[in-house]
């Protein structure tokens, strides 16, 4: 298939951007990408390919921006239930402990995940896996963590492989035990840590390499905050989890500065998550690094909270930044990365294009996928978008509304339907 | 047809709620409405209703929301072309005037406005009725106001009459054309301010009273800022606008506050619109009047600025508030009603159940339809949205994406493919 715009086609091509290099987008004036079984086998002018490939079927993308499928690097998407209650609460200007005191925050959504079935977790978590797809994201990094136990983290890793068996959303898959302290352990946090670290992890492994043995191990997570693992803690457990072969990832900074970015690059971790409150020396550390500073703008959007990543001073500094949904039931509910474009334009100053960098070929290195996805480039996966717009800018400009026409995945086209409207 | 839900219906039945007193839903638990030709017949619990009327045809929405049908009652609907260029630029960190003196800003509009024929304005309107509506408006307010010449405002106006005509978004339709200073009048405002008052007006009643009899006549509205229209050109237009027996709105205090929301209430418009930097006093007369005060909170959010209307204030005082999405294509390009809800809640901390109501029967009153749409009553137009969601609350909670199932408007149904997508 011979899919080409007259309008605009991104391609992203090259390397992950860093630092001021972030925004290069390869555009294409009138460009065609040349789509084989699952792969991008030529891309160029239309014009030249098609004289190169006279007899390709073509799909005609005119009138709309062709650009690379995007890549969310941090979703919490298997859950159970919700905390919409907890949502109203809180607008009402209820404190937060006493929304815990109520039975609220995590352990809330842990306590539904725990009593729902393998089916009603895939059930629910198809939902927004759909709901992604159909707004863009051909790739999504996806994290366990509220189960909290053994058996019920690994029926979140079920709900997740088993989703990413039947797609067309493609899942990297992350084991996030270390989430919160899990209530059996409530007055002995560090117990918990053990846990993992001791059991977990190990038991992780063999389950992994039975139940997956087709893919790569996951990442292992941890969520470094006053409220949840101290430094050493989440040292403890990444320095496991590496030494077991995972490939590593840390939330860091979302609420306080405990060092888990500076950690995260120690350990060459794939990734450092949030970095809300990242010092100065942290942005140094990434920097210097191949660890992604991915940032979540719709966290504080989503709570309401004024402070955002320092992007400006990570790019000034020479970092690699991404972007991401943080899809959750407590602060943010949103699949879509369309809007987390829109808000990282305005809530820290990003170009339309930077931010379709961060949430393509950067967001595609944050899950150490680059090689395969990311970019329309010979060879890579044929993961791509037609927007129904003029130019790429509407991305960020515009909000709140779905601009995709069709998803490719593997070479597929789905049609979205998000523009449309029949009498029932 | 008997439309049901053992989940919710909210009715927001009653009158527009002033003050504290909204937020009240009218929800019923298990709850139908029954719908014949255009108007809802009765409402009232399912098992009442299904005894009433055992033969009428069923609809279930079990597991769903139904709710009245969202009511936007401020956009600017009718436009060409776009801004992105310029809100990149803004991004960018290029001041304002900086981008006024490449060609951007309003006037760039108006350009691109003047240099469309007719059925390209109705196209181009069209895409973004039908989103507003397959995301739950199924009433908007229009506004011209990118003509500036009486040629160009007709041409506007002639736009949304076809889009009304031709539905299912209904329109509640406004004359702007004192919205900005026509560039022909660049140097003389006060001419253009005389032009609208003594020629455009007299003639737009003639227009109407031919091209649109069965409609009553449309809003008059005014754009009363520093880089407007003052306070005394702004009286001279509505003034003469109600002595002609305009119904009134006007934009007041988005940047500046110069009165704008007094004189509102001073005339009896309808609405005061944005209301970002109104004081106390404006509040206090908002309060004791039958004005509307319509907060437009994805303006600011569109600019990424941090002020927005003092709506607990409004509330504090007694006033009526609602809230309207201000689409338009230089400062927040959104059509979604889902979308300012919740922001509405973050930005201004409304909780959902006062936003809904901001955004149903008090945005109903804002266009002075409070009398036909706005809530399920007997007698209205049967004009309501089921929403996919276990509870009301998931509106505000939820963002970035379109949780509508269906649209029933006029009591004819619509099915929305917003969370579908099919192989091409």
């Known amino acids: 298939m011979l899919l080409h715009s007259s309008t605009q086609l991104l391609t992203l091509q090259g ?42 079927p073509a799909l005609s993308a005119d009138g ?35 929304i815990l005191a109520k039975g609220g925050g995590i352990l809330s959504t842990v306590k539904q995940t725990r009593a729902a079935s393998l089916k009603s977790l895939i059930s629910q978590t198809r939902a927004r896996a759909q709901r992604a797809f159909l707004h863009g994201t051909t790739t999504a990094e996806a994290k366990t963590g509220y189960g909290l136990n053994l058996a019920s983290e690994l029926r979140l890793l079920q709900t997740l492989l088993a989703l990413n068996d039947e797609g067309p959303l493609e899942l990297a898959i992350t084991f996030l035990g270390a989430h919160a302290i899990a209530p059996e352990f409530k007055n002995d946090p560090q117990g918990y840590v053990d846990e993992i670290t001791n059991t977990m992890l190990p038991l992780l492994k063999d389950w ?15 969520f470094c905050e006053t409220k949840a693992f101290s430094l050493d803690q989440s040292r403890q457990v990444l320095a496991r989890a590496g030494s077991l072969g995972f490939p590593l990832k840390i939330h860091a900074d979302e609420f306080d500065n405990l060092g888990g970015a500076t950690l995260a690059v120690e350990l060459g971790a794939a990734s450092a998550d949030h970095l809300v409150r990242t ?30 990543t320092p992007a400006q001073k990570i790019i000034a500094a020479g970092g690699l930044l991404a972007l991401a949904s943080d899809c959750n039931p407590g602060t943010t509910w949103n699949e879509s990365m369309q809007f987390v474009i829109a808000l990282a334009c305005r809530a820290m100053k990003l170009t339309p294009a930077q931010a379709i960098a961060a949430s393509t070929i ?24 037609i927007l129904s717009v003029p130019d790429y800018r509407h991305l960020g400009y515009r909000y709140g509304t779905n601009l995709v026409r069709q998803v490719v995945k593997r070479g597929k086209v789905y049609s979205v339907d998000a523009n449309y409207y029949r009498m029932a």
């Open 15 to 56: 390397p992950p951007q860093r630092g001021r290099d972030l925004g290069a987008l390869g555009l294409i004036e009138n460009g065609a990408v040349l789509i084989r079984d699952e792969k991008i086998l030529a891309v160029g002018g239309t014009d030249e390919l098609r004289a190169s490939f006279p007899d390709e």
């Open 208 to 222: 992994w390499e039975t139940h997956a043995p087709h893919l790569t191990l996951p990442f292992v997570d941890v």
């Open 64 to 98: 709309c921006v062709i650009l690379p499928g995007f890549v969310d690097p941090h979703t919490h998407l298997p859950w159970a239930g919700d905390r919409a209650n907890e949502f109203e609460l809180k607008m009402s200007g209820v404190p937060y402990l006493d």
């Open 279 to 308: 010092s100065d020396a942290d942005i140094a550390a990434l920097a210097k690094s191949d660890t992604v500073a991915v940032s979540l703008p719709c966290t504080p959007f989503g709570l309401a909270e004024k402070d955002y």
């Open 362 to 385: 950067n967001a595609a290195h944050a899950i150490r996928r680059a090689d395969t996805i990311g970019s329309i480039e010979v060879g890579k996966q044929a993961d791509l978008l």
